[in-house]
């Protein structure tokens, strides 16, 4: 409510750039590939003839100074790497183990000993302190595309592309861990292609983690790069990864990338991917019988490519999880990407309660004006265990129009039907101008204790790409007070909880001058106005000093306690924690 001055006051996608510091290439010629990738690494124009050395065709990222592990620090993001080389860790992924929450395993592309490899980062306090190294696989010299799944039992697997160069000699290779990602076994070959075509890229994994009869199987999906159709094939094992099936094809259509997997409550296998064999679209398919076999294609969505960054690579490749909780929306499958048919790049959301016959129209995430000229991109998606849905990204809204980012959050408690407001997690904005290449996904896991996005972040200022989590806290109990308007001249209405959000529902109301509320978010001003008011409306006949108004702030509150925001803590102080200490407030 806001009082004018004076005495009559009253109260009423463009073509993807392809970077030398990034395995993953989009379907072209592969003799155009190879020479291209060559001539632009040494700075030569596209018609040049001249010889191109052998060592020229694949350069890794450095940067100086280098970095300094972190022993201590102030704030409330993490940095995972913790070599001091000076060179980069991008494309993040990140999961938790289902028989200890505090056991999270990583990966990235590491180039700390030079050339690209698979980086492996390991917690077992629940992110608060990590081991890290690098996976090696000596048949070929170069490594990347992280993907890391955890089994039924506890293991991990950690599936990694290993190459000489596009449409040269490679392999996809897995790697297994039975103590929490600290040490590894392998590799073993998932496939192995000394002639080097067709080209397997953009690997990910998959573990069934069910108590079905394909409980701890793994499950590996890339894209097959050929002359005239670039499918998504899918192998399997059932022996930790000693041996793998044979191909067994996932796609119907021949243009696809991007594929992630996620296995269901019951373990059905569901694959996702960006399809371009017509128009361009979400592809999706599932199997029912342990990947042995895949019906025809679904497609959730249409898919309005992202043009990429002007300095790095950006694309709108799915991410994907299922509910697996013993909730109202257990099977429901979410899919989430970086789309730009609002004027910007926006992240949309789709579900299917049926297992991808039918799919809801798609839902835009981020919460920021709509066409602001503010970027939001590499979208990952986890269901926690009580169901609800978190999705991470990158995001401009503070920037719009400019290079920095930041990391930001949405939850959803009602099954991917609306979201709470967005949440910022990063503490640093990174500037994206300063590297050329930052991965082609981020990652995400949740527990019931913790939210830990996984990310490639900028903020040494040097241009080194580093690895950084977090420990947001998960612990809500209500969904936020929602659609506050003014019902009349002293009235303010806004819609009651939802009775699954607890018994005994109250609120309370505060309010603060507008002139005190700082852009810090200076809220320990604002004062009880109502302490347990039993609903809607609250009636205010204030009025405010001449040239400032009221602010509100309304909450729930069940038996246990204030919920509305979570709670806040020593690390990660909520802006609200002074209004609960210094008033009658719950």
């Known amino acids: 409510r806001v009082r004018p001055a004076g005495p009559e006051a009253n109260a009423e996608t463009g073509t993807a750039a392809r970077d030398p510091g990034d395995p993953l290439l989009e379907p072209e010629p592969p003799q155009a590939v190879l020479r291209r990738l060559a001539l632009a690494r040494r700075g030569l124009p596209p018609d040049h003839r001249g010889d191109i050395p052998p060592s020229d065709r694949w350069v890794g990222r450095r940067h100086e100074p280098a970095s300094s592990p972190e022993a201590s620090r102030s704030g409330v993001n993490i940095r995972v790497n913790q070599d001091a080389s000076g060179r980069d860790q991008n494309e993040t992924v990140l999961a938790a183990s289902p028989t200890d929450p505090a056991n999270l395993v990583g990966g990235a592309n590491d180039y700390r000993l030079g050339p690209v490899r698979c980086g492996f980062y390991s917690s077992l306090d629940g992110g608060r302190s990590w081991t890290d190294g690098t996976l090696v696989e000596a048949t070929y010299p170069y490594q990347g595309d992280p993907a890391v799944a955890f089994c039924a039992d506890g293991s991990v697997v950690y599936v990694c592309l290993s190459f000489t160069g596009a449409f040269q000699p490679h392999g996809l290779f897995a790697y297994r861990s ?40 793994l499950y590996a999906t890339w894209t097959d790069f050929g002359f005239t159709q670039t499918p ?5 094992s059932s022996d930790g990864g000693t041996t793998w099936s044979a191909n067994v094809r996932v796609s119907d259509g021949g243009s696809t990338q991007g594929s992630v997997i996620a296995v269901g409550p019951e373990g059905e296998v569901h694959v996702a991917w960006h399809d371009t064999s017509s128009g361009s679209r979400i ?21 309005d490519p992202i043009p990429n960054d002007p300095v790095f690579r950006r694309n709108s490749f799915p991410a994907m999880d299922v509910d697996r909780s013993d909730g109202p929306h257990r099977g429901t499958i979410y899919i989430v990407w970086a789309d730009g048919r609002n004027g910007d790049p926006d992240i949309l959301l789709v579900r299917s309660a049926d297992g991808g016959q039918s799919w809801s129209a798609p839902l835009r995430v981020n919460d920021d004006p709509p066409a602001n000229g503010a970027d939001q991109w590499f979208p990952w998606v986890a269901v926690d265990p009580s169901g609800r849905v978190i999705v991470t990204f990158f995001d401009r809204r503070r920037y719009p129009g400019g290079r920095p980012y930041e990391i930001w959050g949405a939850i959803s408690r009602d099954g991917g039907a609306t979201f709470d407001t967005n949440f910022l997690v990063s503490e640093v904005a990174s500037d994206g101008s300063l590297n050329g290449f930052i991965g082609d996904y981020s990652g995400l896991a949740a527990t019931g204790e913790f939210l830990h996005p996984f990310w490639t972040d900028l903020r040494a200022g040097t241009g080194e790409s580093d690895v950084y989590t977090d420990r947001f806290p998960n612990r809500f ?10 019902t009349g001249r002293d009235e303010l209405s806004f819609a009651e909880q939802d009775a699954r959000f607890g018994e005994d529902l109250a609120y309370d109301v505060a309010s603060g001058l507008l002139g ?12 009880c106005a109502a302490a347990a008011w039993p609903g809607p409306p609250y009636v205010d006949a204030r009025l405010p000093p001449l040239e400032d108004g009221f602010y509100y702030l309304v909450r729930a509150r069940g038996s246990a306690g204030v919920g509305s925001y979570g709670d806040g803590s020593p690390a990660r102080p909520n802006v609200r924690d002074a209004l609960d200490d210094a008033s009658p407030c719950p």
């Not at 998932?190 to 998959?206: E, S």
């Not at 398919?285 to 249409?302: E, K, L, V, Y």
């Open 178 to 217: 039975t103590d929490g990602g600290r040490t590894w076994s392998g590799p073993r070959a998932i496939l192995n292609r000394p002639t080097g075509f067709p080209f397997a890229d953009k690997p990910w994994a998959g573990c069934d983690a069910t108590s079905g009869p394909f409980r701890n199987r």
């Open 232 to 236: 998504i094939l899918l192998r399997y």
């Open 283 to 303: 592809g999706f398919d599932r199997s029912t019988n342990g990947g042995q076999s895949f019906g025809s294609d679904r497609f959730p969505a249409a898919v």
């Open 477 to 486: 109990a209500y969904d936020e007070v929602r659609d506050l308007l003014w």
């Open 516 to 527: 005190e509320l700082r852009a810090d978010g200076g809220y320990g001003r604002a004062s």
